[in-house]
């Protein structure tokens, strides 16, 4: 399933909180890009891995099972852990993908592992040093 997910966002490119693009667009974006992909590589929307691989996307998007929420919430950790090393290695300040992981995290494990980030962004930051984080 994470990486049906990520297939439809390497199609279309990592749509961030500063595209400016509605979810539902994203979403459509996404679904056309599943599509295409299916249609290309598996003979048809008909054929059983093109279905297979459309339901899970579609189970993803709609985050309707148990997996399809862990899932989304190691998605938006790793978005948050690639926000860090971007911000550390490149100077840059990513405060909307912090904000936004924070905002989606639910489950306990996971908040708890993005605090754990946001202290050591605010070490480093504060040090003004790269940490060992890779």
């Known amino acids: 399933m994470a990486l049906v997910h ?15 693009i509605c979810e539902q667009e994203k979403r459509e974006l996404e679904l056309e890009a599943m599509q295409t992909f299916c249609l290309s590589h598996f003979l ?6 093109a279905k297979e691989f459309l339901e899970l996307w579609q189970e993803y998007e709609e985050d309707s ?7 989304k919430q190691v998605d938006k950790l790793e978005m948050a852990l690639q926000a ?13 993908f912090f904000a936004s992981a924070k905002s989606k995290l639910h489950n ?20 003004g040093e790269k940490s060992n984080l890779e």
């Open 65 to 71: 099972t148990v997996e399809a929420r862990l899932v």
């Open 84 to 96: 860090y090393v971007y911000e550390r290695d490149q100077s840059a300040n990513l405060d909307d």
């Open 6 to 20: 990520d297939m439809a966002e390497a199609i279309v490119g990592d749509i961030t909180p500063d595209d400016d």
């Open 108 to 127: 306990e494990i996971f908040k708890d592992w993005l605090a754990r980030v946001l202290k050591l962004r605010e070490e480093v930051t504060r040090k």
């Open 44 to 49: 048809g929307e008909q054929s059983h891995a």
